[in-house]
Every structure is written in structure tokens, then in C-alpha cells.
């Protein structure tokens, strides 16, 4: 017998006959002689739905007041399905008990919209489930110091899974969705992309990090804190598939260590369109001047992602950086008005139309060439690499928004993605 923890995604909970589907696969397990404790997620587009709602009502909420009010709109998608889903496993004769993230207490700071989970009281949920009863609990939400309802910020379901896996030291947490793991990148732009059975924890976070959209980060950083063994698989295989091959399925997220691990060097390719290239001409090379010119943009919140700076000329030099999109008007503005007139910069230029096209692999650590490959590659194609950022395990390039398909294609076939993984030297 074990503990184990499912989380089903919005796709998942998407109808009552979906529901249904989803209380028959928690009830085999049930019924297997497991102690099971399932998250939901809203039913697929409710979160977006009273979104809305509260946006027509007014449109750009932003101060504490109207946040706590957006999470208490926010969080009653999850509280639906969590009451459906027990009703559906007791009608089916099984046990079964639903609680809000206020109720258990999933316990969170007072981030309204993005709220962290500070601590979980696991007192309720161990004695339902010595008596037998499933229980279930919605994701995505949680309760401040002050009785508020939070929630974790979009996508935060898969986090209260690995919270409350890791609060019960569950043997495993599964997270059903509706792709049947991770992929060596987005199918949808290469269709010869490939199922991982293994990915190690660090490429994940990397994966979640740079735009793959399989797991929020949060849920990642999570699991590698506490070590919950995860694994992400499919919610449309019939319900009443044999256990172990349900078990053994999707991809699992192991730690470094596990013999299990598959072993090429580059494990997976992570795109997005989600930045803006800002580019501050003509300034002063002297010390400090990154300071002035980063810091009044940290000021306003902004995230700074990566950053370069080039030789200098006559004791001028170029500043690059990369910001969110949604933050790119802004961040010129701050620019133009805090930054500008103090440095006295030449000019400001900004490009909303880029990406960033990644390659990950653990493995990038013990081999030598796997970034001049990457190089070699996208100028075999044509392709101008705009910036260059990498750290251990991965290597980003920063290119014109439209080649961003034409690279990522490249590069899954050069590190020879598509193929069954090989044992690496
Ligand atoms: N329902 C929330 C959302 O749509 C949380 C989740 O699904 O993980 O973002
Ligand atoms: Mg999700």
C-alpha cells in the first residue's frame, strides 16, 4: 500500500462526464488498497471565465484590495470541482471527501494572485485517509495569516500537488494532463519530437523556466526541495488500464543520481516569445553604469532576463537586455525618463519581435561543443543570433521572432532529438 497524491489539469475536469472518468481511475487505485489524495484543477477554461467576469468589472485590478478580491472570485473555479469530484467517487461507492486549500489549511504569505505556500496542516487529511476516505483538495488555492483566500498564480495547481505530496511524504505524485509527458520540445512545432521517459529534475526547472508549459516552475522547484518523485502522464488513457502500466507510463522527473536516467547530452529544446530586446546606445563605459541603468528598471518590478554588454569604443558602449513583452512599453518609459536624461545615453532602440530558442541537458556539463554546435547550426540555416546567454545545463539564444520554428526544428534534428536517446560517451 502507498501513499500517492494525483493531480488532474483543467482538460481533465473538463465536463461531468470527464469527472466521472477521472472518480473511475481514482477509484481502481482506491480500490487497489492505496491511500490517495487527488488535487483538481477548475474545470478547463473556468479560471479564465471568472477572470473575466472580474475584469469587466474592472479592468486592470492591481491594487491589494482588489487582488484579494480577484482570488476570491479565482479560487471558486476549484472549489466546484473538488465537490464534484466526490460526489462522483461516492456514487460510485467510494469514500470520499472534499476540502478547500482554507479548509485543510493549505497555509500561504499574502501575495494575492501569486501567493507562496508557507506550511500545510496535514492533521485532517492523515486521519480521512486511516479511515479510508479519499480526499480531495483543490489546487491553486491557499489562506493567509488573516483568513484570506489566496491563490498561487496561474497554472498553481500542479504546485498544491507537490506541496501536499511533499507535506505527506507521498511514495509518488502524479500529475494527469492532457499531453502524455514531457517532450523533447513542443509537437505542435515538430512533429518528430519525442517522449522523454526520464528527465532529470534540474533540466525540467530549466524546461518550465525558459517556456515549456507541461508544469508551472513553482511546482519544479518544489519537488526538487523536498524530492517528491513526480511524473506527468496522460488522463486520456481508459481508465481501467492494468495499474502498472499506468504506473510506468508518462515521464517521470528523477533525481541526478538515478540509474534510470536517460543519458544524451542535450535533453530538450524550450522556446518563447514572451520577451522584448532593449538596447541602450551610446553609453558612458565607466562603473556603474549597469546599476543606473538596470536599477530604476528593477525599481518598477520589472524581470531583467539576459543582459549584455559590449566592448567599448572611445569610452562608449552598447547595453542589451531582455525584458517581458507586457512590461516592453514600460520599461522603455522608465527609460526614457529616469534612465536616459541621468547617463546620458545616444539613443534607445527596442525589438517587441524576438524569442528565445534554449537547449538543455544536464549533460552539457561533461561535454565540450554542444553550444558551437548549436552555432553551427542556426548559421547553417541563415539565422542571426542577436544574444547569447548559458549557464551549466543550457545554452539561450536570442534571434528574430520569425525563425523562431525554422530554429528550433533545426536543432531538435542536429542533437538528433528525434531519435531514440544513445548512451553518451
Ligand atoms: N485553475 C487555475 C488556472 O487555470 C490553476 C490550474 O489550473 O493549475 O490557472
Ligand atoms: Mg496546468
Not at 480577484?70 to 466546484?80: F, K, M, P, R, Y
Not at 495569516?145 to 507537490?162: E, F, H, K, P
Not at 519530437?193 to 508549459?213: D, N, P, V, W
Amino acid at each position: 500500500m502507498a501513499l500517492i497524491v494525483h493531480k488532474y489539469g483543467g482538460t481533465s475536469m473538463g465536463s461531468t462526464e470527464r469527472i466521472r472518468s477521472v472518480a473511475q481511475r481514482v477509484a481502481k487505485w482506491a480500490r487497489a488498497g492505496h491511500q490517495m489524495v487527488v488535487v483538481p484543477s477548475a474545470m478547463s477554461g473556468e479560471t479564465n471565465r471568472l477572470l473575466g467576469l472580474a475584469k469587466e468589472l474592472m479592468p486592470n485590478a492591481s491594487t491589494p484590495e482588489a487582488l484579494r478580491e480577484l482570488d476570491a472570485v479565482a479560487a471558486t473555479g476549484e472549489q466546484v470541482s473538488v465537490g464534484l469530484l466526490a460526489l462522483a467517487l461516492q456514487a460510485q461507492g467510494v469514500p470520499a471527501v472534499s476540502y478547500g486549500g482554507w479548509q485543510v489549511a493549505i497555509e500561504t504569505d499574502s501575495a494575492f494572485t501569486k501567493a507562496r505556500i508557507s506550511r500545510i496542516d496535514d492533521v485532517k487529511v492523515r486521519a480521512d485517509l486511516a479511515a479510508g476516505k479519499v480526499v480531495i483538495i483543490t489546487g491553486f488555492q491557499g489562506i493567509d495569516a488573516d483568513g484570506n483566500v489566496t491563490t498561487l498564480g496561474r497554472g498553481g495547481s500542479d504546485t498544491s500537488a507537490v506541496a501536499v505530496a511533499a507535506a505527506l511524504k507521498a511514495d509518488e505524485c502524479l500529475i494527469y494532463t492532457d499531453v502524455d509527458g514531457v517532450y523533447t520540445t513542443d509537437p505542435r512545432i515538430v512533429p518528430e519530437a519525442r517522449r522523454l521517459s526520464t528527465i532529470s529534475f534540474e533540466e525540467m526547472l530549466e524546461m518550465a523556466s525558459l517556456g515549456s508549459k507541461v508544469l508551472q516552475i513553482r511546482s519544479v522547484e518544489f519537488a526538487g526541495k523536498y524530492r517528491v518523485p513526480l511524473r506527468v502522464l496522460s488522463s486520456f488513457t481508459p481508465w481501467d488500464i492494468a495499474i502498472e502500466e499506468e504506473a510506468a507510463s508518462g515521464t517521470l522527473i528523477t533525481f541526478e543520481e538515478d540509474e534510470k536516467m536517460e543519458k544524451a547530452v542535450v535533453a530538450g529544446i524550450a522556446f518563447n516569445r514572451d520577451e522584448a530586446k532593449i538596447s541602450v546606445i551610446g553609453v558612458p563605459d565607466r562603473p556603474g553604469i549597469a546599476f543606473s541603468i538596470l536599477g530604476p528598471v528593477a525599481e518598477a518590478n520589472i524581470d531583467i532576463d539576459v543582459i549584455i554588454q559590449n566592448v567599448s569604443h572611445d569610452g562608449r558602449t552598447d547595453f542589451s537586455f531582455t525584458v517581458p513583452r507586457n512590461d516592453y512599453a514600460r520599461t522603455m518609459d522608465v527609460l526614457r525618463t529616469k534612465v536616459q536624461p541621468v547617463i546620458g545615453a545616444a539613443d534607445l532602440r527596442g525589438d517587441a519581435k524576438i524569442c528565445k530558442v534554449s537547449i538543455v541537458g544536464i549533460g552539457m556539463r561533461s561535454h565540450v561543443g554542444v553550444a558551437s554546435k548549436m552555432f553551427r547550426t542556426l548559421s547553417e540555416e541563415g539565422i542571426n543570433i542577436q544574444m547569447i546567454t548559458t549557464s551549466e545545463i543550457k545554452t539561450s539564444v536570442v534571434l528574430d521572432e520569425k525563425y523562431m520554428e525554422l530554429a528550433v526544428r533545426a536543432l531538435h534534428k542536429a542533437f538528433g532529438l528525434d531519435q531514440e536517446a544513445v548512451a553518451a560517451a
